[in-house]
């Protein structure tokens, strides 16, 4: 019969779990200590105010070449939260995403931190997946203040009521409420794309600002190209085609062929960046 103490399996079991959650939770400290991620942060929970404030100011916002959602605001608060998504969605968001992938990889390099990281026994591939983890958990943690901030001021300014969808149906406050869950994260998987773009460029420079500016050019020019009707035939292979994919969760029943398109562009758009940065960084000579 076995002597070893009670405590035996006791004092393996941390031990096993900080082999598989240290590195994230190692990653997320360094990120959530920078003054960035805080304006960031804040900058997520103050824009339903201010959409909220500017509707009930104006008192009109029938017009409707605003924004989606945006000219329902000023009767129920419960579209706040999905017309601060409009409005962010086009730049701000692909902004915040570049930032924050952009910095994984070459910000730790412009620290010096990088070499001392990658002198400890970690696969270049885990550490790249962690980045990218924690990337998007940073921009989740930024969406659900948003959602949050946007229910709270939406009720502060207009009150919370059942929600007509775009064909016309009325849901329930929960049901209207899951459908703005899904159309959040629905955004969250476009911004994965930017992440990763970031992510590679951040494999490829030593500089975060070098990242960043390069994976916003990325996408302002994908932007700018499927703008033209010359280029539709590029349209379905690109992920800013697929961004406003969120508005047939308000379909009545959901339209879901366009939504599974829109995320499978994604993952392609994920994925592909992220192998590729992969390849980049597992050869590359650190030398900072």
């Given at each position: 019969m076995s002597t070893l103490p009670a405590s035996a399996h006791g004092?393996?079991?941390?031990?096993?779990?900080?082999?598989?959650?240290?590195?994230?939770?190692?990653?997320?400290?360094?990120l959530i200590f920078q003054r960035r991620s805080y304006l960031i942060w804040a900058g997520a929970a103050v824009i339903p105010f201010l959409v909220s404030l500017a509707i009930r100011l104006s008192h009109d916002h029938s017009g409707g070449g605003g924004p989606a959602f945006l000219d329902?605001?000023?009767?129920?608060?419960?579209?706040?939260?999905?017309?601060?998504l409009a409005l962010l969605i086009p730049f701000m968001l692909p902004l915040a995403a570049a930032m924050v992938g952009g910095?994984?990889?070459s910000g730790e390099a412009e620290l010096g931190t990088l070499r001392i990281v990658l002198l400890h026994p970690v696969k270049r591939g885990s550490l790249l997946l962690t980045k990218w983890c924690v990337a998007m958990l940073y921009l989740a943690f930024g969406a659900l203040l948003m959602l949050a901030s946007g229910l709270i001021f939406g009720a502060a300014f207009f009150g919370l009521h059942p929600m007509v969808t775009l064909s016309g149906s009325t849901v329930s406050?929960?049901?209207?409420?899951?459908?703005?869950?899904?159309v959040y994260l629905y955004g969250l998987a476009a911004m994965a794309c930017?992440?990763?773009?970031?992510?590679?460029?951040?494999?490829?420079?030593?500089?975060?600002?070098?990242?960043?500016?390069?994976?916003?050019?990325?996408?302002?020019?994908?932007?700018?190209?499927?703008?033209f009707s010359y280029f539709d035939w590029l349209r379905p292979w690109v992920f800013p085609t697929y961004f406003e994919g969120y508005l047939n969760f308000f379909r009545d029943p959901v339209d879901w062929a366009p939504i599974v398109k829109g995320l499978e562009a994604?993952?392609?758009?994920?994925?592909?960046?992220?192998?590729?940065?992969?390849?980049?960084?597992?050869?590359?000579?650190?030398?900072s």
């Open positions: 004092s393996t079991a941390p031990e096993m779990r900080g082999h598989a959650w240290g590195p994230l939770r190692r990653e997320w400290t360094k329902r605001v000023l009767g129920n608060g419960m579209y706040v939260p999905l017309a601060a910095y994984m990889v406050l929960a049901h209207g409420l899951g459908l703005t869950l899904f930017v992440v990763s773009l970031a992510m590679l460029f951040s494999t490829i420079t030593d500089s975060s600002l070098t990242a960043l500016i390069a994976a916003i050019v990325v996408y302002i020019t994908l932007q700018v190209i499927i703008s994604f993952a392609g758009w994920s994925v592909g960046p992220m192998l590729a940065a992969y390849i980049l960084f597992r050869r590359k000579d650190v030398l």
